[in-house]
């Protein structure tokens, strides 16, 4: 197979969301030496970019879009491995950091905002359900992300959202991160209560809003 | 002595026997083999010194089929839920059917049509709407988020005034610690409460609900155990499937009830919704949701317990036809296959919001599904023989007769909100639909309903509680009278 082949192969394989045959493409790639950065470009992200079209546009459905997200995420850690390890410099749209709050185990939004956030060419980190605010903090001082974004469904656990920006305050860290947040129990008038950023009320919503954030769009 | 309600003599049904034993056995599987986590030490002592195999570090229980089989054989096959008025005791289980209110996170106000959030005082407004309608037999509480209070002592707000504005029945809540507060609160108006206690898909026990299902449990409160895998998401996309899971997680929060307290009434209850999957929104008011509600029901018979759904429901954001035939749908199965506790009033956009227009409609859909329930009676006074006789062919009518004074009443629903005059008459009264109507009723109601009043030490008792949830919850105290 020749190089752009590989390429178009892990493309499909993005957009079908079959992982084994992604992961075994990508270190073909990598045994192969092509560019890992051309591989992600053209291959991860114009795959998941026809899938986040797809479902806008009503012809994909979540199962696919999410299957497709971990086929990306399976790939993508082995690239991003070899980029590493190479030292290749590359420019995205931004870091992200994503999380449910403490107390809440809803994951389904926040796995869909992931998708379309990395379909949009952002570096998404996706902590995942129930993370402390001490869990964010850390990350925060770790990544240096340019956005935190953050998830309730619950009307009990909304509450944790203004801890972590109180929690920002006092580590003298608010004016490094944007906030993001949403969720069920979130509204527009929470959101600037507690002092967020931004509020984005779907994972389309997200998108934009963070794209307004920062001078994206 | 115990509150009417309906009663479902021959329960419709979808599973065959073997299909029940096959749904069963799965959940044994899963039970014995994978377990569910369990976020609450306590718990996890409690289940470890019943039988079950614990990973304290990963927090794993797994239940040993002859547990799970115990517990099962502890649970009642009915059990009071007693009210501060006697009469409006509910006794769940059996052929009994009882309708309840459905919370909102906000509340859509008839007199605007606005949806906002809700103080106290409309909070009040809205318990004695659910206490003035005759259909809503018990109460869940119409909002879940207040305003006016700190979110960390809402809940006890919330069931503070429904205390206060009701004897009828209340259901319970564990969320946010809630569960010890509402036990002394019903223990304050001399009555019982029926313990909401929500399990985490996929195969969660959260910390606050396991601390509710011990607290209502010791206390003697029964408890409903609800689970609510979404299928396709937190559950299987099929229904069997998700039937299997939501078996499986009220079986291991029942095993925990029982070994709380051995006997403890539980309601085995559903809520399981598909998720639409191009919204990634829960699609509560789908035809899945009344099927599960047939599946729901025949379990719970097939273990002998008492059977709930948490829904009628309805996606829709307005008192309006799709809100109607999604709910009436899921109301009359869950009625007609025996579902012991249907909460059919007043929800709308998938608890989102409650409406009081739609309280009062489904007030109607309730009296009708009852009517279906209650079916035709049949006897000699009945079928009327010997008058048809003596009526004999037209110009004979039945309007005079005696027969037809004296039964009309117990035949016949009359509705005030439901447009049956002719045509002109409706055109004079102001063209006035079911919506309007039904408003109107709502905000009369709302404005005018005198409940019978609780006994004034009592009222004095649950401001104590709530002052005191306020000093251990938050630490401040801004006051707990009415």
């Known amino acids: 197979m020749t190089n752009t082949q590989l390429i178009s192969e892990l493309k499909e394989a993005i957009i079908q969301g079959i992982p084994a045959k992604a992961v075994e493409l990508a270190n073909q790639i990598v045994l192969e030496k092509i560019d890992p950065v051309e591989a992600i470009e053209e291959g991860l992200k114009a795959g998941i970019a026809v899938v986040g079209d797809g479902f806008a546009n009503g012809q994909l459905y979540l199962p696919d ?12 850690a082995i690239l991003e491995a070899e980029i590493k390890r190479t030292g290749v410099k590359r420019n995205k749209n ?24 990395t379909a949009n060419g952002f570096d998404v980190i996706d902590l995942g359900v129930n993370i402390p605010a001490e869990v964010f903090i850390e990350t925060i001082k770790r990544e240096k992300p340019d956005v935190i974004g953050m998830s309730s469904l619950l009307t009990s656990t909304a ?6 920006i109180v929690k920002l305050k006092a580590e003298g860290m608010r004016d490094s991160v944007m906030v993001v947040v949403g969720g069920g129990a979130v509204t527009e008038a929470f959101a600037r209560q507690i002092g967020a950023d931004g509020f984005g009320q779907n994972a389309g919503l997200g998108v934009k809003q963070i794209k307004l954030l920062l001078g994206l769009e | ?3 009417e309600g309906f009663r479902c003599k021959n329960p419709y049904e979808i599973l065959s026997k073997n299909e029940v034993e096959m749904i069963h056995q799965g959940s044994l599987e899963i039970l014995s083999e994978t377990g569910m986590t369990v976020d609450h030490e306590q718990s996890r002592k409690i289940l470890e010194q019943g039988g079950c195999s614990v990973d304290h570090e990963k927090q794993l229980v797994k239940f040993p089929t002859d547990i799970v089989e115990w517990a099962i054989a502890q649970c009642p096959d009915s059990f009071f839920v007693r009210a501060r008025n006697p009469d409006l005791t509910l006794h769940l289980g059996g052929e009994a059917i009882y309708f309840a209110s459905f919370p909102g996170f906000t509340w859509l106000d008839p007199k605007t049509q606005i949806r906002r959030v809700a103080t106290v005082e409309d909070c009040a407004k809205l318990v004695r709407l659910c206490d003035a309608l005759p259909m809503v037999h018990t109460l869940c509480q119409p909002v879940a988020h207040l305003g006016d209070k700190p979110p960390e002592i809402e809940l006890e707000w919330v069931h503070a005034t429904e205390l206060r504005n009701t004897d009828k029945t209340i259901m319970g809540t564990a969320f946010g610690g809630s569960s010890k507060w509402v036990v002394r609160m019903v223990e304050a108006t001399d009555q019982q409460t029926l313990g909401g206690i929500c399990i985490s898909s996929p195969l969660v026990i959260p910390s606050d609900q396991a601390q509710g299902i011990i607290d209502y449990a010791v206390s003697g409160n029964p408890q409903m155990i609800l689970s609510g895998p979404s299928k396709g998401a937190t559950g299987p996309a099929t229904m069997a499937g998700t039937l299997v899971l939501q078996n499986t997680e009220i079986l291991g929060g029942i095993v925990l009830a029982q070994m709380a307290n051995p006997g403890c009434g539980v309601l085995y209850t559903g809520y399981s919704t598909p998720m639409d999957m191009r ?6 008011g789908a035809a899945e949701v009344g099927i599960m509600a047939v599946g729901t029901a025949q379990l719970a018979r097939y273990y002998g317990m008492p059977s709930g759904v948490f829904y009628p429901m309805t996606d829709a954001k307005t008192p309006d036809p799709q809100a109607v035939f999604e709910k009436h749908l899921q109301t009359y199965l869950c009625a007609t296959a025996g579902v012991n506790y249907i909460m059919p009033l007043g929800g709308l956009d998938n608890e989102g919001t409650h409406s009081p227009t739609q309280m009062v409609i489904d007030n109607e859909v309730c009296k009708m599904v009852g009517k279906v329930l209650e079916g035709i009676k049949v006897d000699r006074e009945h079928l009327a023989i010997d008058l048809i006789k003596q009526v004999g062919p037209v110009p004979g009518n039945y309007l005079r007769t005696e027969h037809t004074r004296g039964h009309w009443q117990e035949e016949y629903l009359l509705s005030d909100v439901v447009v049956r005059e002719e045509y002109n008459a409706w055109v004079l009264g102001g063209e006035k639909g079911i919506l309007e109507r039904a408003a109107e009723v709502a905000i009369h109601l709302m404005d005018t309903h005198e409940p019978n009043p609780l006994p004034p030490e009592a009222d004095k008792e649950l401001g104590k509680i709530l002052l005191a949830a306020e000093k251990e919850k938050i630490g401040a105290v801004s006051g707990g009278a009415s």
């Open chain 1, 94 to 117: 931004g870091k992200v950091i994503l999380g449910t709050v403490r107390g809440d185990l809803h994951d389904i939004g926040k796995t869909i905002l992931a998708t379309l956030l």
């Open chain 1, 159 to 164: 509450k944790e959202l203004a801890n972590v």
């Open chain 2, 279 to 284: 919204y990634g929104t829960m699609a509560s």
């Open chain 1, 65 to 76: 879009l999410v299957l497709s997200a971990e086929t990306l995420k399976a790939a993508s």
């Open chain 2, 1 to 3: 002595m115990s509150l």
